[in-house]
Nanobody, 119 residues
Framework: VQLVESGGGLVQAGGSLRLSCAASGRTFSTYTMGWFRRAPGKAREFAGA????????NYADSVKGRFTISRDNAKNTVYLQMNSLKPEDTAVYYC?????????????WGQGTQVTVST
């Protein structure tokens, strides 16, 4: 599975962005898809995920209520809608695919897309 993120960019605080992650292959619907982020000087952290088996979502407390994950299995794409963005959301965002729950493990990773939130 190859994953390619897009949609990152520069946005003002309070604004919105929608990231997309396009997956190759015909088994996309059988993968749990996660979104992670790495802020400058910090470790990578889990942002949220959507499972393959029941479509349930799970979010980190830091993004809950502001970020929404969805998937379109017909398009082999998972989305991360980010609203009410804050400067602390600035990071490289990665999507990942795994065959288990939102806890992982994740077997495939994209190259990342930069999100910068200005004050």
């Amino acid at each position: 599975v190859q994953l390619v993120e897009s949609g990152g960019g520069l946005v003002q605080a309070g604004g919105s962005l929608r990231l997309s992650c396009a997956a190759s292959g015909r088994t996309f619907s059988t993968y749990t898809m996660g979104w992670f982020r790495r802020a400058p000087g910090k470790a990578r952290e889990f942002a949220g995920a959507i499972t393959w088996y029941d479509g349930s979502t799970n979010y980190a407390d830091s993004v809950k209520g502001r970020f929404t994950i969805s998937r379109d299995n017909a398009k082999n794409t998972v989305y991360l809608q980010m609203n009410s963005l804050k400067p602390e959301d600035t990071a490289v965002y990665y999507c990942a695919a795994g065959r288990s729950s939102y806890r992982g493990p994740y077997d495939y990773w994209g190259q990342g897309t930069q999100v910068t939130v200005s004050t």
